[in-house]
């Protein structure tokens, strides 16, 4: 591999920024402009020098290959933020032999040198953008192989599957049975909870990483654009005493306990002729069916038959069951609540948005929602992933209907391949050039 440079640290002026430099030449070239020798593990003081200008006094740490992120040969060197002087110390590497790394390039080669599974090296671009505590414990787990680990251990139950069938297929002359039938049955009964039981964790995952969608709904003038300017502390929904002020979804983000919350502002649910607040409406509902947290919203006064028929108009549009639903009784500050029993309702909360009455009670709620999960342990938070779990999911029946059936066994060998074969492609044990182009490039080029 060549040797390759960038600046591993965000675009812009700051105090300091890391020049990154990874391959065969990194040490050569960074002594050039040094003019001093470079220790493995050692941080080194220095005059960045470049045709014989003075470009910055700098400290380069030199990793020696394979200790090193890369596992090639990496030299980090830390100079003044100014972008002028990283300009100058990039450029000067790249006329030493250098080359600009590609998006991603680093971790590429960590990957590539076996540093790092292809999930591991996911879960770095996770860890860079995640907001929150969440989303970083969740990063921090999957790069350390918590995630990796149990993929693993689903792959070596495949591998020992295969092996049990294809050893009678070795003495299938000598009538050796290795396992009877029922074992086998068993054990893919028990890979097929796995891969299930796994793949289901994919939309909290999603949730965590991505912030937990929260769709605001009810009817109009319920109070819903008021519950959200108070929920995040800011005029950011248009408040108005009209019925259909609001026509179109209204997002924004609030972190609740570490938690990202996306809350989703929506239009009033009502029968209307006009064609904009109708397709607002279309677009409540769309709303509330991928959220993973519906607020619904009655006045105080709502009667239970009211609020029923309301509910049961929703449930026309939506899974209710599918989410977690939390009632809110607003407008108590002018409004007597009324005592109401709801089996589909996770939460009852009476609430004045305006005053910030509840506020706090439904922050608490929405915490304690997600945070039943152990954020700690192995999620799937990754399309690619979710959608290789779910075919291996779908392959396993089949396997099971072989067995039961007494199909030869190189015809069952052939559908376990292919769950291992899924499987592969999240580890990276099987991966093309486009996969790997694909999720790399969405690195920044320092990382």
Do not use: W
């Amino acid at each position: 591999m060549d040797t390759i440079v960038a600046i591993a640290t965000p675009t812009g002026v700051g105090g300091l920024a890391v020049i990154r430099i990874s391959g065969d030449k990194a040490k050569l070239i960074a002594e050039q402009h040094l003019e001093k020798q470079l220790q493995p593990r050692r941080a080194t003081f220095g005059v960045f020098r470049h045709e014989g200008r003075e470009i910055d006094e700098v400290v380069a740490t030199y990793f020696a290959a394979p200790h090193s992120y890369t596992t090639d040969d990496v030299v980090e060197i830390s100079c003044h933020g100014s972008l002028s002087v990283q300009q100058a110390i990039l450029a000067a590497c790249v006329s030493s032999g250098a080359r600009m790394a590609e998006p991603g390039e680093f971790t590429q080669r960590a990957f590539l040198g076996g540093r790092l599974n292809l999930s591991q090296a996911e879960a770095v671009a996770d860890l860079i953008d995640s907001t929150n505590a969440a989303s970083h414990t969740l990063a921090v787990s999957q790069l350390r192989g918590a995630y990796s680990q149990r993929l693993q251990s689903l792959r070596q139950q495949f591998v020992n599957l295969t092996s049990l069938l294809e050893l009678e297929l070795d003495f299938s002359e000598e009538d050796v049975e290795f396992a009877d039938r029922r074992q086998l049955l068993a054990i893919v009964d028990a890979l097929h909870n796995e891969c299930r039981t796994l793949a289901d964790t994919f939309r909290q995952g999603n949730a965590i990483k991505n912030g937990v969608p929260v769709a605001i709904i009810g009817r109009p003038n319920v109070g819903k654009s008021t519950l959200l300017n108070a929920l995040l502390g800011d005029d950011r929904a248009i408040v108005s005493d009209i019925a259909g002020t609001t026509r179109d979804t209204i997002e924004d983000t609030l972190t609740i306990d570490g938690i990202t919350f996306r809350f989703i502002d929506t239009a009033g649910i009502r029968q209307s002729t006009d064609q904009i607040e109708t397709a607002g409406i279309e677009r409540s509902y769309a709303a509330a069916a991928k959220a993973q947290v519906v607020l619904y919203l009655v006045a105080a006064d709502a009667v239970q038959s009211q609020v029923e028929a309301e509910l049961s108009e929703l449930a026309k549009h939506i899974d209710l069951t599918s989410c977690h639903l939390i009632l809110l009784q607003t407008k108590t500050d002018t409004l007597t609540p009324v005592s109401l029993t709801l089996p589909a309702a996770n939460s009852i909360i009476p609430i004045a948005a305006r005053q910030g009455v509840g506020i706090d009670t439904l922050k608490q709620v929405l915490a304690e929602s997600i945070g039943s999960v152990a954020i700690d342990s192995p999620m799937v938070t990754n399309q690619r992933h979710y959608e290789a779990l779910r075919h291996i999911a779908e392959i396993m029946p089949r396997i099971r209907e072989s067995l039961q059936n007494n199909t030869p066994a190189d015809l069952v060998v052939i559908d376990i391949r292919d769950a291992l074969y899924h499987l592969g492609t999240i580890t990276g044990e099987v991966a093309s050039t486009e996969v790997l182009s694909n999720i790399f490039h969405r690195f920044c080029v320092g990382k």
